[in-house]
C-alpha cells in the first residue's frame, strides 16, 4: 500500500523562495555594512590622526605629556566575508592589545573604568543599529512576500 500526500500551490511557492533567496544579498548586505560602520564609528568615533570626538579628561592631561595617537582609529575596520559584516579592532600599545579596555570585548565586557561613560561600548553601538537594521529587513522582507504571493 501508498499513500501520497501532495500540496497544491508548491510550485509557486518554491519559486517564490527561490526569487527570495536570490533578493536577499542585494537586499541585506548594503544595510547590513552602512549599520555595521555606524556602529564603528560611534564606539571608535576617529576624525583621523590622533583625533577623537571623545574628549581627552584633564587627568590624561595633567602633566603626563599624554598624546592620542589614532592607533585604535586605525586599527579598526569593517570586515566581510560571506554573507557577515564583522567589526574588528586590534590596536596595540607599549603594553600590548588596548581596544578591548577602551570598547569593550564583544560580549561588552573588558571596558576599562577610565573609558567607561566616556567611549561607547561596541557591543552597545552594534546591538542599537542591528535593531533599527532589523526593524527596517523585516519590512522588506514583508514586502518581498507579499509581492511573492507568500504571505505570513
Known amino acids: 500500500m501508498q499513500i501520497t500526500a501532495r500540496l497544491e500551490g508548491n510550485d509557486k511557492l518554491r519559486r517564490g523562495l527561490n526569487?527570495?533567496?536570490?533578493?536577499?544579498?542585494?537586499?541585506?548586505?548594503?544595510?547590513?555594512?552602512?549599520?555595521?560602520?555606524?556602529?564603528?564609528?560611534?564606539?571608535?568615533?576617529?576624525?583621523?590622526?590622533?583625533?577623537?570626538?571623545?574628549?581627552?579628561?584633564?587627568?590624561?592631561?595633567?602633566?603626563?605629556?599624554?598624546?592620542r595617537t589614532g592607533n585604535l582609529g586605525a586599527s579598526t575596520q569593517i570586515e566581510e566575508e560571506g554573507h557577515?559584516?564583522?567589526?574588528?579592532?586590534?590596536?596595540?600599545?607599549?603594553?600590548?592589545?588596548?581596544s578591548r579596555r577602551v570598547i569593550g570585548y564583544a560580549d561588552g565586557e573588558g571596558q576599562a573604568w577610565m573609558h567607561k561613560g566616556r567611549w561607547v561600548l561596541l557591543r552597545t553601538a552594534v546591538d542599537d543599529e542591528l535593531r533599527v537594521f532589523l526593524v527596517e529587513y523585516d519590512a522588506d522582507m514583508s514586502d518581498i512576500m507579499r509581492q511573492e504571493g507568500i504571505g505570513l
Open 84 to 98: 557577515s559584516v564583522r567589526i574588528v579592532s586590534n590596536a596595540y600599545g607599549r603594553s600590548g592589545g588596548y
Open 19 to 67: 526569487k527570495i533567496d536570490k533578493v536577499l544579498p542585494g537586499l541585506h548586505m548594503p544595510r547590513l555594512r552602512k549599520a555595521m560602520k555606524r556602529a564603528m564609528k560611534r564606539a571608535v568615533p576617529w576624525r583621523g590622526g590622533g583625533s577623537y570626538d571623545v574628549p581627552v579628561t584633564e587627568n590624561q592631561t595633567n602633566g603626563r605629556g599624554y598624546q
